[in-house]
């Protein structure tokens, strides 16, 4: 290859890839741009170790005439066989590079490479991408070329890895903030706050489904149970309603002790109160059965639990509110508070799924009249509604 050409794809990771649009199109640029010029590159890929509580890590697979494959793992990866025994394992642990050049007796100790000598591979070479933070990542590379990567071949894949650590691990971080809001704040307040929307006041108002659930008799559990089992159960409880209300389009804001705080936004993308709240329902239903369906053995008891959630719709204000350098993306306005009392009144009246006269006229379904209450705060007393198929238990 020529120094020249080198060079020059060099400058072009350094740079940031600009003429490509996304990862895996930058991946598949350089890979196409090496082979170009003399690189005999058949497969390569790029391994990411990831900051997320449940992915270990992201993976991009390039083969040539072929678009660029992109999967996840999880943190079992760690434990199988299969890891244990793969290159890629000692360059994350080591940060050693390791070859396999498939006419060498030693390969054999890589199950791995076996599926590589069955696509015609010769040679396969996997290196560490270093990021500033000390973070070992790997890239692999494999050639079809017989006699395998020459010497200069080895020489042009090492000058390429610094360049390509660079502009992988830029990418990285901003995929890993993004990764980072979206589960500490929402999707939504993640977007928004990537976009430039960090400084206090900068809120919006918008028109929402709103979501606001509790689980009965968490003071109790709370007083009888180590913190540990109930921080186990508070888990698997919050699994049963974040799978249901994301499926259907909402956004979890809080966890506030046992409570959780959503929103479902009504806008010309997700359709109108009736479609969004219909949704909402369906998903307070799914809710409902996994929260029943839930089991939590302690000792020789087998806890069962119930919550109630408040639904409701309204416009709320969403943004950045707080003091000093702490801010807090979050939703504040009467229709979050009249959510918050209502769930209290579903508390006592027994209901697992209570809602507000708005969100009933919103959603047409077979509800029950429960009567009109006095809400702290509200000059009038608010109508609300149950589901028809519902029996109310009203804890003692």
């Known amino acids: 290859m020529e120094s020249s050409e080198l060079q020059r794809i060099i400058n072009w990771l350094i740079g940031g890839a600009r003429s490509s649009r996304g990862s895996a199109e930058m991946i598949s640029d350089a890979c196409e741009q090496l082979v170009a010029a003399g690189l005999p590159l058949w497969r390569f890929g790029v391994f990411i170790r990831t900051l997320h509580p449940e992915i270990f890590g992201r993976n991009f697979i390039w083969r040539q005439g072929e678009d660029v494959e992109i999967g996840t793992v999880d943190f079992e990866i760690l434990a199988t066989p299969e890891f244990a025994r793969s290159p890629l394992r000692i360059v994350f642990e080591e940060g050693l590079e390791v070859r396999g050049r498939m006419d060498d007796p030693d390969s054999k100790r890589f199950p791995f490479l076996d599926d590589m000598r069955a696509e015609g591979v010769t040679d396969y070479i996997a290196t560490p991408m270093r990021f500033l933070d000390g973070s070992i990542h790997a890239i692999s590379w494999s050639t079809r070329h017989p006699g395998g990567f020459s010497d200069e071949d080895i020489a042009t894949i090492r000058s390429i890895v610094a360049p390509l650590a660079r502009v992988s691990e830029i990418v990285t971080l901003r995929r890993t903030a993004a990764t980072l809001l979206d589960t500490y704040v ?41 913190a540990e089992t109930v921080v186990e159960i508070l888990n698997r409880y919050f699994d049963c309603q974040v799978t249901a209300i994301r499926g259907h389009g909402g956004e979890v804001l809080k966890f506030m002790g046992d409570g959780l705080l959503a929103v479902f936004p009504i806008d010309e993308y997700v359709g109108d109160a009736a479609h969004v709240c219909s949704r909402v329902l369906e998903a307070a239903r799914e809710a409902r059965a996994s929260v029943e369906a839930l089991a939590h053995p302690v000792g020789d008891v087998v806890e069962r639990f119930r919550f109630g959630v408040a639904l409701h719709v309204g416009n709320i204000l969403y943004g950045n509110i707080g003091g000093g350098n702490r801010l807090d993306f979050t939703c504040i306005g009467p229709a979050i508070n009249l959510a918050a009392r209502l769930e209290k009144i579903a508390g006592r009246l027994g209901r697992t799924v209570l809602v507000s006269e708005g969100f009933a006229k919103a959603c047409q379904h077979d509800w029950r009249n429960l009567g009109e209450f006095p809400i702290a705060g509200f000059s009038k007393a608010q109508r609300v509604y149950g589901l028809a198929e519902e029996t109310p238990v009203v804890m003692a």
């Open 186 to 226: 929402g999707n939504r307040a993640g977007e928004r706050i990537l976009a430039g929307q960090i400084r206090r006041g900068h809120n919006d108002t918008m028109q929402a489904a709103i979501w606001l659930s509790d689980l009965r008799g968490f003071t109790a559990l709370s007083d009888r149970l180590p």
